[in-house]
């Protein structure tokens, strides 16, 4: 069965902010944006809590949470900030840990520094 969470008319772009199917929901990269869509966050930890309380809605429409996550992909503009990072990172994620890829790149979608995405499973 597939589902989709944040269609694109409401997300005004050719995405889905999810789509789940066979029980893997697959979350759509998150930057961040706050709730009047304006980037936001002063440090890589502001910026890190608002992409993941933008990754937590869409869990929460699809009635998942962070417990659910088993793959995490961080898309950073500067890698050096990564140990900073990963300290909040462990306020949010327990171990086991999901499986995690970190990548440095030269831009992102307007004009941020972070974007994650996330592979959920329903248990």
């Given at each position: 069965m597939k589902k989709v969470y944040q269609s694109s008319?409401?997300?005004?772009?050719?995405?889905?902010?999810a789509y789940e199917i066979n029980g893997f929901v697959f979350v759509s990269g998150q930057i961040h944006l706050d709730d009047s869509g304006n980037l936001s966050g002063d440090n890589i930890e502001e910026k890190f809590e608002i992409v993941l309380s933008?990754?937590?809605?869409?869990?929460?429409?699809?009635?998942l949470t962070l417990e659910n996550v088993v793959s995490v992909k961080l898309y950073l503009v500067n890698l050096d900030l990564l140990p900073n990072l990963n300290e909040v990172y462990k306020k949010h994620f327990k171990h086991p840990f999901p499986a995690r890829t970190a990548i440095e790149?030269?831009?992102?979608?307007?004009?941020?520094?972070?974007?994650?995405?996330?592979?959920?499973?329903?248990?």
């Open positions: 008319e409401i997300t005004n772009a050719p995405l889905s902010g933008n990754v937590k809605k869409i869990l929460d429409e699809a009635e790149v030269t831009g992102l979608p307007l004009g941020a520094s972070l974007e994650m995405d996330v592979i959920a499973v329903r248990n």
